[in-house]
């Protein structure tokens, strides 16, 4: 039996955390409260206190804690984005997450012990690009963008001895992870400039007789019946009119759920399974941890068959983004 | 929150929000705001967040009761607002049920939000500061005082 991957969970907050070890997270992920992580919205992650809280939570219990310093560098602030790397060490995070070479390269020739991974917003989806970083920064683990199939990520475990994270479960974006400037385009701001889709400050709700409009800076992108399911205001899951036509013209408002082909990622060798959501509340980091944790050790019962229990589908349709999920690139029959 | 105990999905109908427009909006009001000045007390908002939410209005209706309260956060405190002048910076709708889900952390409210069952409308940023800050909140000892959370 191979052994299980580990399940790796968002934190934006020390309930959330907590949340996650107590309902069986192997490692929980996490950032600074600056534009030095892809989640940096008002009110959210950690200070040094309560980062440190975390940390001793989650190592009295045994799991891990992995650093998120996910964005790129700002021209003229570099040195902002050294100095998250150094206070992460010492911190004493169990690995920190890094998507940008320069800042893997200094993380590597400052800090020689300490164990890297590279992030999904490193945007390597070829076994070239994942060892190319461990022959030159020592990366220990990849996060792979949700663009390949599952046969694609066979042949990427297959050529490198590199740990291999998916995603398992979390709201889809255009998944142009690392190079997308989508929000740039309506509001000037974006995750690889400011931390932040969509910035808050942009987002206008309009409540209408029988609909509710949503604004990104003025930009009109979606308007939703009293019935339907809302999304998050971004760009790509805007409803736009194309040759007289209005639809979803990038992608529709839907979340990944990997439940189905949970042991086909055990069987290729996939060594952690993410979610996403550190923009979520601590009740969404417990449910989609219980229901997740329960999957995976459904699996190390040894049983023959491994069954979806219609429970965990239900609870994690519930808190899916356009409540509904899908199974994303994983099986798509092109490639 | 204890596993064991949920709260369903319910709307109450339509003659209680009919009654609760008539009735006076000062004793939940009051309740609100008085709440939201035991977790201040209790230390448990932080206080670099609480900075941003001074002099704003806020905007709380509960769909199916008629029950409204309107209140604002001034030099330290939460204050009510019994006849607002303005539109709210930040306002919520939902009904009841919505609302204690949220509490008990039953429910997350994105996913309130993407089923449509929770209304926010106003000053976004404001919004998220005043969701990501009730998160941070670690209630469990402060939620198992309130009556509703007893089992």
């Known amino acids: 039996m191979t052994s299980l991957p580990d399940l790796v969970c968002p934190a ?47 190592h009295a219990k045994g799991r891990e804690v992995l650093l998120a310093i996910n964005t790129f560098p700002q021209a003229g602030r570099v040195a902002d984005w050294q100095k998250a790397v150094d206070a992460a060490v010492d911190q004493g995070v169990d690995a920190i997450i890094l998507a940008d070479i320069g800042l893997l390269d200094y993380a590597r020739n400052r800090h020689l012990q300490q164990r890297l991974h590279l992030s999904v917003q490193g945007s390597a989806t070829s076994y070239e690009a994942i060892n190319f970083c461990q022959r030159e920064f020592g990366i220990r683990r990849a996060v792979l963008p949700r663009v390949l199939t599952l046969a694609q990520v066979e042949n990427v475990i297959k050529n490198t001895s590199v740990e291999i994270e998916v995603f398992g479960f979390g709201s889809l974006c255009v998944m142009n992870e690392g190079r997308c400037w989508l929000s740039s385009y309506a509001c000037g701001e974006s995750p690889n400039t400011v931390g932040a889709c969509s910035p808050a400050k942009y987002v206008k709700w309009d409540k209408k007789p029988g609909a509710m409009e949503t604004r990104l800076n003025g930009v009109l992108i979606d308007r939703f019946g009293d019935d339907e399911p809302a999304g998050y205001p971004t760009l790509c899951k805007g409803r736009f009119e194309v040759q007289g036509e209005t639809y979803y013209a990038l992608e529709e408002p839907t979340s990944l759920n990997v439940l189905e082909i949970l042991p086909d990622i055990i069987k290729i060798g996939v060594r952690a399974i993410k979610v996403e959501g550190r923009q979520r509340s601590p009740t969404y980091v417990a449910q989609v941890t219980r229901t997740l944790r329960a999957a995976l050790n459904s699996l190390h019962d040894g049983s023959e068959r491994f069954h979806v229990k219609p429970a965990w589908q239900a609870e994690l349709s519930k808190v899916s983004e356009g409540s509904q999920a899908t199974l994303g690139a994983y099986n798509r029959p092109w490639r | ?61 509960v769909l199916d009761t008629g ?85």
Not at chain 1, 42 to 57: E, S, V
Not at chain 2, 4 to 24: D, E, M, R, Y
Request: proline residues 6%.
């Open chain 1, 12 to 58: 934006g907050s020390l309930p959330a955390l907590k949340a996650a070890v107590d309902n069986g997270a192997d490692a929980v992920y996490l950032g600074f409260k600056n534009d030095t992580n892809a989640r940096n919205f008002a009110g959210l992650n950690f200070d040094q206190k309560t980062m440190a809280d975390g940390i001793r939570y989650a």
């Open chain 2, 1 to 61: 929150m204890n596993g064991s105990f949920t709260i369903p999905k319910f709307k109450l109908p339509a003659f209680v929000a009919n009654l609760g427009h008539k009735l006076p909006q000062w004793p939940h009001t009051l309740t609100l705001v008085a709440g939201l000045n035991a977790a201040l007390k209790m230390k448990l908002l932080p206080e670099s967040e609480l900075a941003l939410l001074e002099d704003k209005l806020f905007r709380v209706r």
């Open chain 2, 67 to 151: 029950g409204e309260a309107s209140y604002t956060y001034a030099n330290g405190l939460f204050r009510p607002v019994f006849r607002p002048q303005r539109e709210p910076d930040l306002a919520f709708a939902a009904n009841l049920s919505a609302y204690l889900q949220l509490l008990s952390r039953q429910e997350d409210p994105d996913t309130l939000f993407f089923n449509r069952e929770l209304e926010i409308t106003g000053d976004t940023e404001l919004g998220l500061i005043v969701k990501n800050m009730l998160d941070a909140v670690e209630w469990p000892k402060f939620s198992a005082r309130l009556p509703v959370f007893r089992h």
